[in-house]
């Protein structure tokens, strides 16, 4: 009987089979459960809410029209309350009633109203801010004094956005507004433009502001490049140039100028301050910004 052997080399050869084998089948099952990785740009947009605060500002001035207008007489304070009811939750209605009595030396009528700003505390209540001022007439016995009377103050409204509305709290004081310092600029011209430029540039521009007020789109667009420039049509007399400032830009030259119209209808002075770009086209000065 015949023994059959296997050598080793066989052995050999079919353990290498069998591991090429698995590494392909174990890099085929990778491809398939792989997980595909990319690089994910989420894009977010911002949505601004237009908040129309019409019925807020409209409702806070008539309120304040009656809450700051009193005749110091019982049968006036007691149509002011009534109409205070239109405005006021009931606890706030008690709350004035005793704000002015009737022996008061005071006579006020509301003459401008201006809303400063109206902020969202949350969705149904706002801050509104406003500013007033009051004819105030005082009986001191002797005589009757006048005088006006400037003050703001901010109330808190609620409404249910579907045309309702109501005072939520009482004014409290606030601050007028005030005129912000604003600090002078001291200009000069470049001095690298030349005195022939300037003289170009000041003659074309008085030209230019003598014919503005009335003259027509088409002749203005000799003037200004691709007619960027809208017809005004007004009665204004070009009087001088007032002052002029070159500085180089760009493409040509930019000037701060200060113009000097009549105003035949007012009879008024008028000085307008203006600042263009200028650069020169076939040889000729044009305003190339828009006017």
Known sequence: MKTKKIGLRRKTTTGLWLLLIGSVLFGVYKNFTAIDQHTIHEEKIIETKVEDTHLMTSFVEDFVKVYYSWEPNKEQLEKRNEQLKNYLPEHLQQLNQEMIRSDIPTKSTVTSIKILNVTPINETDYSVRYALKQAVEEDTGKKKENREVASA??????????????????????????????????????????????GDIKEFLSTFFKIY???????????????????????????????????????????????????KETKAILPLEYELELQKVESKWRITNEF
């Open 153 to 198: 103050f901010s109330v808190n409204v609620r409404t249910n956005h579907n045309n309702q509305i109501s005072i939520l709290s009482n004014p409290v004081l606030s601050a007028l507004p005030k005129k912000m310092a604003i600090k002078e600029e001291l200009v000069q011209d470049d001095m690298s433009i030349d005195q022939e430029t300037k």
């Open 213 to 263: 007020p009335t003259a027509k789109k088409t002749e203005l667009g000799y003037y200004v490049k691709d007619q960027n420039i809208k017809e005004i049509n007004k009665s204004y007399t070009f009087s001088e140039i007032q002052t002029i400032n070159y500085f180089k830009s760009k493409n040509g030259v930019k000037v701060k100028v200060v113009v000097i119209y009549l105003d």
